[in-house]
């Protein structure tokens, strides 16, 4: 079988993308999408996305991390189909999608893929760390001398240690540039591996960095090892509302494998 797929980047977070509207894709062969997300033997991505039809929106996102599990939301993925729709013409610059967490609206302008995140109404602090789900869970913690720092290392103890254990969550290590700018490091579960950015990651260290007040922005700008995304948010009763995730979104290539 030949498998036609397209391989998209937001920001270094990098995605197998299929055109699934005909259901030709098994995903129940795990091994299959590992492979295909292998950066040796495969095509290499830090996941593989699905579009497929829906049935009252414009399409149906399928996710699976990059050792062939399906899995929770990814902010970058969710982007970069946005992008992919367009190209295939699903969608204009406006877009109503369905994924693992809900139904999420995009748009696109300017060049830049702008997606609307759920709300969030949990957040937990702890000494050493916050913790919150932004559609994936995250573990937020403050690091001196980030460009130095051994987010593989410690990142992987944090990942599976206690409370998280065999589930696990991803874990982002922040710094502070500025009142409305923080750079990040984010440790992937399922990537097993630091990713150049994760977009869950960067709207749930925006939103925790205004929690617990090392900002008073609404529009934050969080800077990743493969550029830079921005996310913006208003404060409501209880919770977070009307979170969007911002940034570009880029088709690097076409092939058949």
């Known amino acids: 079988m030949e498998l036609t797929f397209y391989k998209y980047q937001g920001t270094g977070n990098d995605f197998v993308m299929v055109d699934n509207r005909q259901q030709i894709f098994n995903k129940k062969d795990t091994a299959?999408?590992?492979?295909?997300?292998?950066?040796?033997?495969?095509?290499g991505a830090d996941?593989?996305?699905?579009?497929?039809?829906?049935?009252?929106?414009?399409?149906?996102?399928?996710?699976?991390?990059?050792?062939?599990?399906e899995s929770s939301m990814c902010g970058n993925g969710g982007r970069c189909i946005t992008a992919f729709a367009n190209f295939l013409g699903v969608i204009k610059d406006t877009a109503t999608f369905e994924a693992i967490d809900g139904l999420h609206k995009a748009k696109i302008e300017n060049g830049l893929v702008s997606l609307q995140m759920q709300d969030v109404s949990s957040?937990?602090?702890?000494?050493?760390?916050?913790?919150?789900?932004?559609?994936?869970?995250?573990h937020?913690?403050?690091?001196?001398?980030?460009?130095?720092?051994?987010?593989?290392?410690?990142?992987?103890?944090?990942?599976?240690?206690?409370?998280y254990n065999e589930e696990g969550s991803?874990?982002?290590?922040?710094?502070?540039?500025?009142?409305?700018?923080?750079?990040?490091?984010?440790?992937e579960r399922g990537?097993?591996?630091?990713?150049?950015?994760?977009g869950t990651g960067v709207t749930a260290v925006a939103l925790a960095m205004h929690y617990i007040g090392e900002t008073e922005k609404k529009l934050i700008t969080l800077e990743t090892e493969g550029g830079t995304l921005k996310v913006s948010f208003e404060k409501g009763h209880g919770s977070y509302e009307n979170i969007w995730l911002i940034g570009p979104a880029t088709q690097v290539y076409k092939g058949h494998i």
């Open 191 to 198: 990537v097993e591996d630091e990713t150049y950015s994760c």
């Open 140 to 163: 937020i913690q403050m690091a001196n001398d980030l460009a130095s720092f051994d987010v593989k290392t410690i990142g992987r103890q944090i990942r599976s240690g206690e409370p």
């Open 123 to 138: 957040i937990e602090t702890y000494e050493s760390h916050t913790f919150l789900d932004t559609g994936s869970p995250h």
């Open 170 to 187: 991803n874990v982002n290590f922040v710094s502070k540039n500025s009142d409305d700018s923080f750079s990040v490091r984010t440790y």
């Open 47 to 69: 996941g593989l996305i699905l579009l497929e039809t829906h049935e009252s929106c414009d399409f149906r996102m399928v996710y699976f991390n990059a050792d062939g599990n």
């Open 32 to 43: 299959f999408i590992s492979f295909l997300c292998d950066r040796r033997f495969g095509i």
